[in-house]
C-alpha cells in the first residue's frame, strides 16, 4: 500500500533518475570530507596514502594436465557443482581433495579421483577447511 507520500516522492524522482545521481553526489561530496574526517592517527593506521599499482616480471611454475583434469571432472559431474548444482562453468573449480602439494605430482594429482567439481565459493571453503556436511 502506498502512502500520499510514497506517491509524492515517486512522482518528484521517477523520472529524474541522472539529475537525481548528480545532486546527490553532489550533497554528499559537499557534507562529507572523507579525508578530512580521519584523524591523523587513523589515516597513518591505515595507510591513506595508498602506494602506486605497479607491475613486475616473475616466472612461475604452472600445474601440467590441469586441463585434463578440469574437463575430466565437466564430464564426471554434468558441468555441474556436486554440492550445489550450479551449472555455469565460468564459475566452476576443478579442486583437488588431497591437495597437489601433498600429492604425487605424477600419479595423484591430475587423477580425476582426487578430485571434485565445485563452485567458486565451495572450493574457497574446502580449501580452508571450513566445509562440514
Known amino acids: 500500500m502506498q502512502t500520499k ?6 512522482a518528484k524522482y521517477s523520472f529524474a533518475g541522472d539529475e537525481l545521481v548528480e545532486e546527490a553526489t553532489e ?3 559537499n557534507r562529507f570530507d572523507f579525508e578530512e574526517a580521519l584523524s591523523d592517527e587513523l589515516k597513518e593506521a591505515i595507510g591513506f596514502d595508498l602506494p602506486e599499482g ?4 616473475a616466472i612461475v611454475s604452472m600445474r ?10 565437466l564430464t564426471n559431474y554434468n558441468s555441474r557443482c556436486c554440492l550445489t548444482g550450479l551449472s555455469n562453468e565460468a564459475l566452476l573449480v576443478a579442486s583437488h581433495i588431497k591437495p597437489w602439494t601433498a600429492s604425487d605430482s605424477k600419479t595423484e594429482g591430475p587423477a ?7 563452485n567458486a565459493l565451495h572450493d574457497k571453503a574446502f580449501d580452508r577447511g571450513t566445509t562440514h556436511h
Open 5 to 10: 507520500m510514497d506517491k509524492l516522492v515517486w
Open 27 to 29: 550533497v554528499f561530496l
Open 54 to 57: 605497479e607491475e613486475r616480471e
Open 64 to 73: 601440467v594436465n590441469q586441463e585434463f583434469f578440469r574437463n575430466t571432472l
Open 112 to 118: 580425476p579421483d582426487n578430485g571434485l567439481l565445485l
